[in-house]
T-cell receptor, first 113, second 115 residues
């Protein structure tokens, strides 16, 4: 089955710096890769996703890159702000299993003003 | 529009008791998913529904856990004879259809504490 590994587990950056979080997956047939942001006491919020037919997607300060050959994908946040502080999760669905998501272990991002 | 809602937001119960957790998905979403999140971990899949039927319940940890979705909208997760190890945040998500590559939108979760 699908296995998703995420690192680092914690990341501290200075406001204005960039942050990068990386994930690897095991199911080569997986074709959808979402990223979620979770603030304390709240449910995960979808912030960006990428499908396997593209290698990069960008939305303002957030971008995701996908390397299907190496089976890894990354979240890039530029010009970080204190409100970016949260736990970020990557996920991937096992192929042909109804879209259920297998999540990484999470990265706690702290942006210091 | 309204997002996924879950009730109660918090539930404290005693070991051995029965609990029900409710999820109201986004209107029109046919797929509904339940996940469980322990402290410091990512959500773990429990079960999902397409319409009224459970399409995959392989994530339910044992037969004390059961979920229903009788009219294809609201879902209830039921836990019998609760144990302290059941303490976690139970998350519900919905998506427009049951397929890989469809955005899942999560509710705020129900924090279950078993004393």
């Amino acid at each position: 089955g699908e296995n998703v590994e995420q690192h680092p587990s914690t990341l501290s950056v200075q406001e204005g710096d960039s942050a990068v979080i990386k994930c690897t997956y095991s199911d080569s047939a997986s074709n959808y890769f979402p990223w979620y942001k979770q603030e304390l006491g709240k449910g995960p919020q979808l912030i960006i996703d990428i499908r396997s037919n593209v290698g990069e997607k960008k939305d303002q300060r957030i971008a995701v890159t996908l390397n299907k050959t190496a089976k890894h994908f990354s979240l890039h946040i530029t010009e970080t702000q204190p409100e970016d502080s949260a736990v970020y999760f990557c996920a991937a669905p096992p192929y042909n299993q109804g879209g259920k998501l297998i999540f990484g272990q999470g990265t706690e991002l702290s942006v210091k003003p | 529009g309204a997002g996924v809602s879950q009730t109660p937001s918090n539930k404290v119960t005693e070991k051995g008791k029965y609990v029900e957790l409710r999820c109201d998905p986004i209107s029109g979403h046919t797929a509904l998913y339940w996940y469980r999140q322990s402290l410091g971990q990512g959500p773990e899949f429990l079960i999902y529904f397409q319409g009224t039927g459970a399409a995959d319940d392989s994530g339910l940890p044992n037969d004390r856990f059961f979920a229903v979705r009788p009219e294809g909208s609201v879902s209830t997760l039921k836990i019998q004879r609760t144990e302290r190890g059941d303490s976690a945040v139970y998350l519900c998500a919905s998506s427009q259809r049951l397929a890989g590559g469809n955005e899942q939108f999560f509710g705020p979760g129900t924090r279950l504490t078993v004393l």
